[in-house]
């Protein structure tokens, strides 16, 4: 099928620069690459603020609706969300489709929906966009004529299309619900495992990431929300005796409308049951500082602030050294890897091992090899997470309270000591 000829439309406002609006607009074009579309135009206009009627100025609106004419263009994007009257007074001048940031992205969720959670999730969403939007002569997303924007409701419909919608929306809601307490039981199961969550912007390499981690074969593409499902993984840390769980997460991406962010709140919200949040920034990335800020503030959105979390920073090996250190001077605690050339990974289960073990309330115990054949009998009762053998002894991670650590460093000697 012939990939659609689309403009690109962004405003610079007072509050954001044009040099800010050129960067989202870079992304904004990646994620219409990613929902079948090619930019042949790029439009982007200073204003004190958004024009309530069709968001652009006059004069612009008069400019482009000659280009588009004369280059044959199918669709208009913008960049930021549009109202319902927005919309239809642009598709009235203009004489061409119209969508925004909000509709391709969902473009691109119903192009990757695998699961049946998914596909509910993003039906949901699009349900939730299209509901005020069915004054409009075309429906976002209608596939059967597998545009990025097709033609669908009509308006002599228009009352019945509505209770319709809201019917099936309340419908979707349930199914979510249940999908989620079915998902609860199995958690419960396995609740005898720990679990790391990667989360962070779209496209960093979280994907590519678990598959060096964990051995993987999750699919890696170098396009926005390439991820959509929740994967999980065993990962092993050496020395540790109890199972870990590593899960790959749907990427966030800046201007995430809070309908989106709801519809999609039960996978996200897997993050929530993680013992550890591994927040991966793409650290090569011009805009790696605001993609990080966007990522904590929807997972402050969902209240995951309260988990221990590690900042990665990927794909070191295509960021200078002046970037690096800059990044090592906002995030003293990062870890800088690499999933494409392993560089890190043996720090961050270094350091993975040390935030489980804090988690868990365990002590680390170095006891001297002489002294190891007699302390296994002490040790037989305690609940060994982790054994490691070194040059300097073995050390020996090992779940207890104060209590029993004081008890059992009495019982192995006054030579073993606490790391």
Not at 127 to 141: D, E, S
Not at 331 to 353: H, Q
Not at 372 to 393: D, K, V
Request: charged share 25%; glycine share 6%.
């Amino acid at each position: 099928m012939a990939r659609e000829r689309v403009v690109l439309v962004g405003v610079a406002l007072p509050s954001v620069p044009l040099n800010r609006v050129e960067e989202h607009l870079d992304e904004l074009a990646a994620l219409v690459d990613t929902a079948g579309g090619t930019v042949v135009l790029r439009v982007a206009q200073d204003r004190d603020r958004l024009d309530p009627a069709t968001c652009i100025g006059k004069g612009k609106v008069e400019e482009l609706a000659q280009r588009c004419k004369e280059d044959a263009l199918d669709l208009v994007v913008f960049d930021d969300d549009l109202t319902p009257a927005q919309a239809r007074n642009l598709e009235k001048a203009l004489g061409t489709r119209i969508t925004d940031r909000t509709g391709v992205i969902l473009d691109i969720f119903a192009r990757r929906a695998r699961t049946r959670e998914a596909m509910t999730q993003v039906e949901l969403a699009q349900y939730t966009y299209l509901l005020p939007r069915l004054t409009r002569a075309w429906t976002h997303l209608s596939r059967q004529a597998g545009g990025i924007g097709t033609r669908g409701v009509g308006e002599t419909q228009l009352e019945t299309d509505r209770r319709v919608i809201r019917t099936r929306i309340r419908h979707l809601k349930g199914e979510l619900e249940r999908i989620a307490s079915h998902r609860r039981t199995q958690r419960r199961r396995r609740r005898r495992s720990l679990e790391a969550a990667l989360v962070g912007y779209t496209n960093v390499g979280k994907s590519s990431l678990m598959n060096r981690l964990a051995s993987a074969d999750v699919v890696v593409e170098n396009r926005l929300f390439s991820t959509l499902d929740t994967t999980y993984r065993s990962l092993h840390l050496e020395g540790f005796t109890q199972e870990i769980l590593l899960s790959d997460t749907v990427g966030l991406v800046r201007k995430l409308p809070h309908h989106l962010v709801a519809s999609f709140r039960s996978t996200l919200e897997q993050a929530a049951q993680a013992d550890l949040l591994l927040h991966v920034v793409d650290v090569s990335h011009p805009s790696f500082e605001e993609q990080a800020r966007t990522a904590l503030s929807v997972l402050a959105d969902l209240n995951l602030g309260e988990i221990p979390t590690l900042t990665l920073f990927n794909k070191t090996d295509r960021a200078p050294r002046p970037v690096l250190e800059r990044a090592a001077s906002l995030f003293p605690d990062s870890i800088p890897v690499s999933a494409l050339t392993g560089e890190g990974l043996e720090e961050l289960k270094a350091r993975m091992a040390r935030a489980f073990t804090e988690i868990l309330g365990g002590a680390v115990l170095l006891i001297p090899h002489e002294a190891w054949p007699g302390a296994q009998a002490a040790l037989a009762s305690a609940r060994i997470l982790r054994t490691t053998y070194r040059p300097e002894g073995v050390q020996v991670t090992v779940q207890a309270s104060e209590g029993d650590l004081k008890a059992l460093q009495a019982a192995l000697g006054a030579d073993v000591s606490r790391v």
